[in-house]
T-cell receptor
Framework: AQKITQTQPGMFVQEKEAVTLDCTYD???????LFWYKQPSSGEMIFLIY??????QNATEGRYSLNFQKARKSANLVISASQLGDSAMYFC?????????????FGGGTRLMVKP | GAVVSQHPSWVICKSGTSVKIECRSL??????MFWYRQFPKQSLMLMAT?????????EQGVEKDKFLINHASLTLSTLTVTSAHPEDSSFYIC?????????????FGPGTRLLVL
C-alpha cells in the first residue's frame, strides 16, 4: 500500500504567488516524522522542512511552511512568494520508528514550475 | 557545505563491467547509510540499508549479489553494481542520518548518475 501520496504530478505557479503542494500519508504508528525535500535538475536532495508527529505547531522555515493536519494525515508544503529558483521536483517523505536507522519512504513527487 | 559526498558523480561503463560508488560522511560518523535508486521522472526507491560492521539489509526485489554493499568504516559505504546492464542505468543516491543534528537530520549525497552502454 502507498504510504506517501502526492497527487499533483505537476504544478504551475506565477512568480511571487504562494503555492501548496499536497502530501498525504498512511501509518498506524503514533510516532513518525514528515519531511519535504527539493530536487533541482542537478539531482541533489535539498532538505526543506521537518514535522514531527508530536509537534504542537506547524513547522516553518523561511518561505516554507508545513500545513500539518494530523487527523487527515496530510502534510502539505506551502511555499510563499514563489521564485523562479523554486522550479524543481518536490518530494514528501516519512520516517516511521520501526524502520531501522531512520529510513525514509518517499512520495512520487510533484514537479513545480514557476512562471515569470 | 556538503556533509555527505559521493564519488563518482558520473560514470559511463560497458555492459558486463562492475562499477563502484562511494558514499562518505564528511564530518560525522554514520553507523547506518541508505542507498536509493531513482529512475527518470520517478521517485527515490530504497535499495538497501548499509550497516557498519554487519551485513546490509536489502529491500524486496533488490538482488544482493548484484548490488554489493560494504560499510567499510563509520564514514564510508560503497555500492558495487556487478555485471552492469543497461537496465541498471539510473541515479544512485546515498544518505546518512545524523542523530546529533536532531530528529529530522538526514543528509543526502549529491548522487551518482550511472549509464551502462
Amino acid at each position: 500500500a502507498q504510504k506517501i501520496t502526492q497527487t499533483q504530478p505537476g504544478m504551475f505557479v506565477q512568480e511571487k504567488e504562494a503555492v501548496t503542494l499536497d502530501c498525504t500519508y498512511d501509518t498506524s504508528d503514533p510516532s513518525y516524522g514528515l519531511f519535504w525535500y527539493k530536487q533541482p535538475s542537478s539531482g541533489e536532495m535539498i532538505f526543506l522542512i521537518y514535522q514531527g508527529s508530536y509537534d504542537q505547531q506547524n513547522a516553518t522555515e523561511g518561505r516554507y511552511s508545513l500545513n500539518f493536519q494530523k487527523a487527515r494525515k496530510s502534510a502539505n508544503l506551502v511555499i510563499s512568494a514563489s521564485q523562479l529558483g523554486d522550479s524543481a521536483m518536490y518530494f514528501c517523505a516519512m520516517r516511521e520508528p520501526y524502520n531501522a536507522g531512520n529510513m525514509l519512504t518517499f512520495g512520487g513527487g510533484t514537479r513545480l514550475m514557476v512562471k515569470p | 557545505g556538503a556533509v555527505v559526498s559521493q564519488h563518482p558523480s558520473w560514470v559511463i561503463c560497458k555492459s558486463g563491467t562492475s562499477v563502484k560508488i562511494e558514499c562518505r560522511s564528511l564530518d560525522f560518523q554514520a553507523t547506518t547509510m541508505f542507498w536509493y535508486r531513482q529512475f527518470p521522472k520517478q521517485s527515490l526507491m530504497l535499495m538497501a540499508t548499509s550497516n557498519e560492521g554487519s551485513k546490509a539489509t536489502y529491500e524486496q526485489g533488490v538482488e544482493k549479489d548484484k548490488f554489493l554493499i560494504n560499510h567499510a568504516s563509520l564514514t564510508l559505504s560503497t555500492l558495487t553494481v556487478t555485471s552492469a546492464h543497461p537496465e541498471d542505468s539510473s541515479f544512485y543516491i546515498c544518505s546518512a542520518p545524523r542523530t546529533s543534528g536532531g530528529p529530522g537530520t538526514q543528509y543526502f549525497g549529491p548522487g551518482t548518475r550511472l549509464l551502462v552502454l
